[in-house]
T-cell receptor, first 114, second 116 residues
Framework: GNSVTQMEGPVTLSEEAFLTINCTYTATGYPSLFWYVQYPGEGLQLLLKATKADDKGSNKGFEATYRKETTSFHLEKGSVQVSDSAVYFCALTSAGGSQGNLIFGKGTKLSVKP | DSGVTQTPKHLITATGQRVTLRCSPR?????VYWYQQSLDQGLQFLIQYYNGEERAKGNILERFSAQQFPDLHSELNLSSLELGDSALYFC???????????????FGQGTRLTVV
């Protein structure tokens, strides 16, 4: 079945450090890939997405590229801020499936220190 | 604010009891999705409704049921509650249903259920 594996956290970085959170997936066909962010006490918010191979999703300085050959969708940011502290979830939806019917990774908690 | 409203925000109940969680989707959204977030299982998709009809089913227990009403709000009913049902339950909504690529799902803030 479809699944998402993302790096275990927590990840602690200093402000302005480079961030990478690894995400790999297993899926049949051509899934759409997502990164969601959950700030403390809040629901999930879509951070970025990519719907086909080689697409790059980007938002708020975060980027991720859909790599079909390595079945990966790693999240990167060049310079993190304290306000980026949150839990980040990689997710996929199956080909032809609704974008609300998501399979999530276990989440990676990011803490950014001043 | 995502536009998705969930009530109540917190719920504490005893084992064996039954509770109902409510979700009002964003205006115009026809699909509603329910998720369970627990420490051990992570975020798990439970069920989807589209315009009043069940569209997709995930890891939903038989003790749990859901429905979507003509005004498009949805309720998740959890019965014969066990300690392990303690979790954060999220509702999400989107404009489209299956195959509706390009339509984002918006999440509510969740209902935290504690079973004691």
């Amino acid at each position: 079945g479809n699944s998402v594996t993302q790096m275990e956290g927590p990840v602690t970085l200093s402000e302005e450090a480079f961030l990478t959170i690894n995400c790999t997936y297993t899926a049949t066909g051509y899934p759409s890939l997502f990164w969601y962010v959950q700030y403390p006490g809040e629901g999930l918010q879509l951070l970025l997405k990519a719907t086909k191979a080689d697409d790059k999703g980007s938002n708020k300085g975060f980027e991720a590229t859909y790599r079909k050959e390595t079945t990966s969708f790693h999240l990167e940011k060049g310079s993190v801020q304290v306000s980026d502290s949150a839990v980040y979830f990689c997710a996929l939806t199956s080909a032809g499936g609704s974008q609300g019917n998501l399979i999530f990774g276990k989440g990676t908690k990011l803490s950014v220190k001043p | 604010d995502s536009g998705v409203t969930q009530t109540p925000k917190h719920l504490i109940t005893a084992t064996g009891q039954r509770v109902t969680l409510r979700c009002s989707p964003r205006s115009g959204d026809l699909s509603v999705y329910w998720y369970q977030q627990s420490l051990d299982q992570g975020l798990q998709f439970l069920i989807q409704y589209y315009n009043g009809e069940e569209r997709a089913k995930g890891n939903i227990l038989e003790r749990f049921s859901a429905q979507q009403f003509p005004d498009l709000h949805s309720e998740l009913n959890l019965s014969s509650l066990e300690l392990g049902d303690s979790a954060l339950y999220f509702c999400a909504s989107s404009v489209g249903g299956q195959g509706a690529l390009g339509t984002e799902a918006f999440f509510g803030q969740g209902t935290r259920l504690t079973v004691v």
